[in-house]
Nanobody, 123 residues
């Protein structure tokens, strides 16, 4: 099954930064929307950010606006999520998803997912 691969998670203190990466070995991400979602145990997957194929359209959920930045490097087949000023409430497993329908905050739009990377914000 085609799959994305996330990396860059870890443990960071409040106020710190992490950069998540999303790539794929058997998928070309260039012409498709890529989204970042997060999910806690027992909760629904929440849309955090997404970016269109051209990079001209981006979305951020309200709680991360001004702190997170999504970008893509099509030459490296990679999408990034730069997370700054991290808060304990950002703690979650973060997933990236691949959509043929562009940038969307709805998880049902996404066709392929990665296994997730854990982000923990705490002292």
């Amino acid at each position: 099954q085609l799959q994305l691969v996330e990396s860059g998670g870890g443990l960071v203190q409040p106020g710190g930064s992490l950069r998540l990466s999303c790539t794929a070995s058997e998928l070309t991400l260039d012409y498709h929307g890529i989204g970042w979602f997060r999910q806690a145990p027992g909760k629904e997957r929440e849309g955090v950010s997404c970016i269109s194929s051209s990079g001209q359209i981006t979305y951020y959920t309200d709680s991360v606006k001004g702190r997170f930045t999504i970008s893509r490097d099509n030459a490296k087949n990679t999408v990034y999520l730069q997370m700054d000023s991290l808060k304990p409430e950002d703690t979650d497993v973060y997933y990236c998803g691949f959509s043929r329908d562009g940038c969307s905050s709805w998880a049902g739009t996404y066709e392929y997912w990665g296994q997730g990377t854990q982000v923990t914000v705490g002292s």
